[in-house]
């Protein structure tokens, strides 16, 4: 009896030897914790610089020329919806003149300013955009025969439409291509004691960079 004893108490503590090593191989192991792709991240404020051209087809006779300026804005990105604010502050040299019966009629935009929010949908690095608000113009237009010249400037507060592509090229730089539709609204103007209003639009299509903070 007691040499059974002793042998099934061998051959159960050999099992277990053997087996031990395999039961420690089987147990569950600690998943390693999972990392997502990582995306670029358009929220934050940014400052930049642009430049461009513009052209206006019904002010005066087609004037157009050079539009360039600078930018600050803030986006807030929820999932690919990129949201955001940019006011910007543009100087042209817009310019047309016609002469009729010996008088010369000059007009010029020399500056304008838009505040428009944006709304962006994001592929990583790069965003599609719409964007519209508020515009403010200057409108300068002159008269001179030669001898006498009469002219008058005001500013105009109006809005401003378009849309545009924007592409992450560095952590905090970035590159865009905007097109803005910019309508005067009422400009009151007098010239020689004769006041006049009416209204023009601008198309501006330029590039701009910017640096986030």
Same mark, same amino acid.
């Given at each position: 009896?007691?040499?059974?004893?002793?042998?099934?108490?061998?051959?159960?503590?050999?099992?277990?030897?053997?087996?031990?090593?395999?039961?420690?191989?089987?147990?569950?192991?600690?998943?390693?914790?999972?990392?997502?792709?990582?995306?670029?991240?358009? !929220?934050?404020?940014?400052?930049?610089?642009?430049?461009?051209?513009?052209?206006?087809?019904?002010?005066?006779?087609?004037?157009?020329?050079?539009?360039? /300026?600078?930018?600050?804005?803030?986006?807030?990105?929820? /999932?690919?919806?990129?949201?955001?604010?940019?006011?910007?502050?543009?100087? !042209?040299?817009?310019?047309?003149?016609?002469?009729?019966?010996?008088?010369?009629?000059?007009?010029?935009?020399?500056?304008?300013?838009?505040?428009?929010?944006?709304?962006?949908?994001?592929?990583?690095?790069?965003?599609?955009?719409?964007?519209?608000?508020?515009? +403010?113009?200057?409108?300068?237009? *002159?008269?001179?025969?030669?001898?006498?010249?009469?002219?008058?400037?005001?500013?105009?507060?109006? +809005?401003?439409?378009?849309?545009?592509?924007?592409?992450?090229?560095?952590?905090?730089? *970035?590159?865009?291509?905007?097109?803005? +539709?910019?309508?005067?609204?009422?400009?009151?103007?007098?010239?020689?004691?004769?006041?006049?209003?009416?209204?023009?639009?601008?198309?501006?299509?330029?590039?701009?960079?910017? +640096?986030?903070?």
């Amino acid at each position: 009896m007691k040499r059974f004893f002793v042998l099934s108490l061998a051959a159960v503590s050999m099992a277990a030897i053997q087996t031990a090593p395999s039961s420690a191989a089987d147990l569950p192991r600690k998943a390693a914790p999972y990392i997502g792709p990582s995306y670029y991240d358009w !929220t934050g404020f940014y400052i930049g610089a642009n430049g461009g051209y513009g052209w206006a087809p019904d002010f005066a006779s087609d004037a157009k020329g050079f539009v360039g /300026g600078g930018q600050l804005g803030y986006n807030w990105q929820t /999932g690919r919806l990129v949201f955001g604010v940019e006011g910007d502050l543009q100087y !042209t040299s817009l310019k047309s003149s016609e002469t009729v019966g010996g008088v010369t009629a000059t007009g010029k935009i020399p500056a304008f300013g838009t505040a428009r929010g944006r709304i962006g949908y994001a592929w990583d690095r790069m965003m599609l955009y719409g964007t519209g608000g508020w515009a +403010y113009t200057k409108t300068d237009v *002159s008269l001179t025969n030669g001898v006498t010249t009469v002219s008058d400037a005001k500013w105009s507060s109006g +809005y401003a439409v378009g849309g545009g592509v924007e592409w992450a090229v560095w952590d905090r730089w *970035s590159v865009k291509a905007e097109y803005l +539709y910019v309508h005067s609204g009422n400009v009151q103007l007098t010239l020689a004691g004769v006041t006049a209003g009416g209204s023009y639009n601008l198309n501006v299509a330029r590039v701009g960079l910017n +640096y986030r903070f």
